[in-house]
């Protein structure tokens, strides 16, 4: 049960344009603390499936949440931009930042929902304040945002309404939990009133637990998401080169390495598991957003360049390591464990498990796939190309080698005995580092990233 402080509605009303995984979530979190919320998207379907009680993605404690508030009549859904603006004193743009092909941020729904608030602001008395919090590139909310509202609404900016971006740092699984307890709170204000009111609607959501504020330019604020994602993507493509290092070594174990350099205050321990790369929905494509904003401003950033280029080659490893186990995959049934890009959440994009499935296949490998919540979307992204199997041991049953590509909880429980039963040759490549490879090692094929390929730690 979500303990989310539920109070007697607070005077504020809100509205979220987009109902993608910010803004829903985000909606849902404001809602149960007593705001009351309006939920607005463009996809009639969408507002039908939400309003039946239904999330169009898994995540956890969302529907829970959403369920209460729209029972305590706290939270309702339009597809009327109108209805939404009007119905509320605040407004967040939660819409999507897609990439073009090329790589640069496509602000499409950006400007459509800009131009929705105007319109309604144009009729609407007292004072409105517009918050950006989609992911956009230094320079949107004053360059793009603040002159489609104020040409929308023929109302100028600090006025009648006020203007502020503030990022998310949400991740996906954890994203109900990551928003009512962030790190800290970014305010990047066009003008002091807005910022002032903004961070007053922050304090009455967290109340005592209000988070550090920093309240600043929607220039830096805009800067500071990029940023962080650059650097978290970052982390985790150094501790993967690392690992590929250590794979080479005899002896060595990334494990340890992240462990050792974790416990440096200046590093810390977070963001360093090596394994197959990341993926999901948001570090490719801010890193790619980032890189292409910079270009234009004749700035090269070489690190950044660096973070995607390891990760591009770092999910064919585990094929590496499968065929170091097996020989060649021709004809062979390979069992792919885990397609979400992460636990806890059923989304597929730009997950490792694509690159994987696709490769494997390329290879003449007989594919069988396996995860726990992304059937659905597996299915989409494969098509008949695979086998779809319905439980793990299902997956496994025949299998000449497994892939474990996410860490999922009912994958953490296998035991050696457990694959030695179920497959034809016990062979296990473990890219989520799960396993103890003291006890895998000894009883079935075993290679895990960044685990050097002999180890004498026992002849110490
Ligand atoms: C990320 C940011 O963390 C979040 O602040 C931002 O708002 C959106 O992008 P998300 O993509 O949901 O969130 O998940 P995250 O937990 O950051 O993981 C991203 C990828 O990195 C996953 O594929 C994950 O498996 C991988 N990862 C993460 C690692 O491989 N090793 C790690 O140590 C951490």
Not at 126 to 155: A, D, F, M, W
Not at 240 to 269: F, H, T, Y
């Amino acid at each position: 049960m979500v303990q989310t402080g539920a109070k007697p509605m607070r005077d504020k009303a809100l509205s979220f344009f987009g109902l993608g995984y910010v803004g829903l979530t985000s909606a849902v979190c404001f809602a149960s603390r007593g705001f009351n919320v309006i939920g607005f998207d463009t996809d009639p379907q969408k507002i039908e499936l939400i309003n039946s009680g239904k999330a169009p993605f898994y995540e956890p404690q969302v529907e829970e949440l959403l369920r209460e508030a729209r029972r305590r009549g706290q939270l309702s859904f339009t597809d009327n931009p109108e209805e939404a603006v009007k119905g509320s004193d605040t407004t967040f743009i939660t819409v999507g930042t897609p990439s073009n092909p090329d790589g640069s941020i496509n602000l499409e729904q950006v400007k459509n929902a800009s131009k929705q608030i105007g319109q309604a602001l144009k009729g609407k008395n007292g004072y409105h304040l517009v918050v950006v919090r989609s992911t956009v590139t230094p320079g949107t909310t004053e360059n793009i945002v603040k002159p489609i509202i104020e040409s929308c609404s023929r109302k100028k900016c600090g006025e009648s309404w006020g203007l502020c971006f503030s990022p998310e740092f949400l991740r996906e699984g954890s994203a109900v939990n990551d928003t009512f307890h962030p790190d800290r709170i970014i305010i990047g204000e066009l003008d002091r009133t807005s910022g002032e009111i903004l961070e007053e609607l922050y304090r009455t959501f967290y109340s005592s637990e209000m988070p550090k504020t920093i309240r600043t330019t929607p220039v830096n604020a805009e800067l500071v998401k990029y940023a962080n994602n650059a650097f978290l993507a970052m982390k985790v493509s150094f501790i993967n080169m690392i690992a590929n290092l250590c794979q080479k070594l005899p002896g060595a174990d990334v494990e340890v390495i992240a462990e050792g350099i974790g416990l440096d205050k200046r590093i810390g321990p977070l963001f360093l598991k090596a394994g197959a790369g990341w993926g999901g929905s948001c570090f490719r494509k801010d890193l790619d957003a980032l890189l292409d904003f910079a270009l234009k401003n004749s700035v090269e950033l070489p690190l950044v360049e660096a973070a995607l280029k390891v990760n591009n080659t770092q999910p064919y490893r585990m094929i590496e390591l499968a065929k170091g186990l097996i020989g060649e995959l021709k004809g062979k049934k390979v069992s792919v464990l885990g397609l979400a890009f992460k636990p806890e959440t059923d989304d597929m994009r730009d997950a490792v498990s694509i690159k994987i499935v696709k490769r494997l296949l390329e290879e003449g490998a007989r594919v069988a796939v396996y995860d726990p919540k992304a059937m659905e979307n597996a299915r989409k992204a494969f098509g008949e190309a695979v086998e779809y199997a319905e439980s793990v041991e299902d997956c496994l049953t025949g299998s000449e080698c497994a892939l474990i590509v996410t860490e999922w909880e009912e994958f953490r429980k296998m035991t050696p005995q457990n694959f030695i039963e179920l497959m034809k040759i016990p062979a296990v490549v473990d890219g989520r580092r799960i396993y103890n490879a003291e006890s895998f090692s000894p009883k079935l094929r075993f290679a895990a990233v960044g685990l050097g390929e002999k180890r004498y730690y026992n002849q110490h």
